[in-house]
């Protein structure tokens, strides 16, 4: 990939956390009591709704919430390099400049022409590994592994076939991405470490608001997707369940078995659950008093 187009991706994920100011309104432990089918059902909803608050918080269980506020905690304090925070304010500066899209669309063209001319092969190596990935046994998805298979068939397909240099839909890309940066007011890397874990979570929207539209300008709705999910089959036993779950995708219904497995109250991915430890202290610490900061 292009480098600078690579650091504008970069830059892009970077404001994933971060979003137009709003308190908080979902709990940290949402959904307790819901059928496994309702978790899922849940999850889509709150992706479908630009709430990603409420989506980690739905999908995590309190000690992966915890290990990431610690590692966003530890990033808070470090030392940012001089030139780091420079080419951060300056990348922020230059996507928000009033001739942003003539010189970045100017810019980016040849360098999406030539990773146009990579792609293929790139695509073929990931395809590869994926598949790979999904047909191993003890892989959490591999129940699901033939329908994936087909989706990301399609999602290659489209890839391959998708003129990511045009110019009006780079057009279109970059003033979107000048629009959430606008939104977003974070202009230097200071004022991305002064937002607190709860502050940086919650504020994660319009980042994915942006990354929704960028696809949909591509040809890619992912709410349609969403919205076209429906539960049709549900097993539970004990502490651990198998959903049936059925959707619209590329204009193509896909049916994919999910696993859930039971912690407390509430329901969680199994793919989620790997490696996860239940420790009831540790989801005391994620009470109220750790919700919300002032």
């Known amino acids: 990939m292009p480098c600078k187009f690579r650091h504008s991706l ?17 709990p ?26 409420g989506f980690f918080k739905g999908l995590l269980p309190p000690e992966k919430l915890l290990r990431w506020r610690a590692r966003w905690q530890g990033w808070q304090q470090q030392t940012v390099p001089p030139e780091t925070a420079q080419a951060y304010r300056e990348r922020v500066a230059r996507w928000q400049s009033p001739d942003a899209e003539a010189t970045l669309v100017e810019e980016l063209t040849p360098q999406l022409r030539k990773f146009q001319q990579q792609l293929p092969r790139l695509l073929d190596v990931l395809h590869a590994s994926i598949v790979a990935g999904l047909s191993q046994g003890n892989d959490p998805l591999a129940a699901s592994a033939e329908p994936l298979i ?12 998708t003129d990511f240099a045009n ?7 970059v003033h979107e991405i000048g629009a959430m940066l606008r939104d977003v007011n974070l202009p230097t890397l200071a004022d991305v470490k002064a937002l607190s874990f709860e502050q940086a979570l919650d504020r994660s ?59 407390g109250q509430r329901w969680y ?23 919300r900061e002032p």
């Open 10 to 26: 970069l830059l892009l994920l970077l404001l994933v956390a971060c979003g137009p100011d709003r308190e908080p309104e979902k």
């Open 28 to 53: 940290v432990s949402p959904w307790p009591g819901y059928t496994p089918g309702q978790t899922l059902g849940a999850l889509s909803s709150a992706l479908e709704q630009d709430d990603l608050y």
């Open 150 to 161: 087909r989706i990301i068939d399609r999602l290659f397909l489209w890839a391959r076939n």
């Open 167 to 173: 110019p009006v839909l780079l057009r279109q890309s």
């Open 205 to 263: 929207s319009r980042v994915w608001l942006s990354v929704l539209r960028i696809l949909s300008i591509y040809n890619i709705d992912v709410k349609e997707f969403l919205s076209s999910m429906q539960v049709s089959h549900e097993e539970v036993h004990g502490a651990q369940a198998r959903v049936m779950v059925r959707l619209d995708i590329f204009g193509v219904r896909h049916s994919l078995d999910v696993g859930l497995g039971q912690r």
């Open 269 to 291: 991915l199994d793919s989620v659950l790997q490696g996860f430890v239940p420790s009831p202290s540790l989801d005391e610490r994620m009470g109220e008093k750790h919700r």
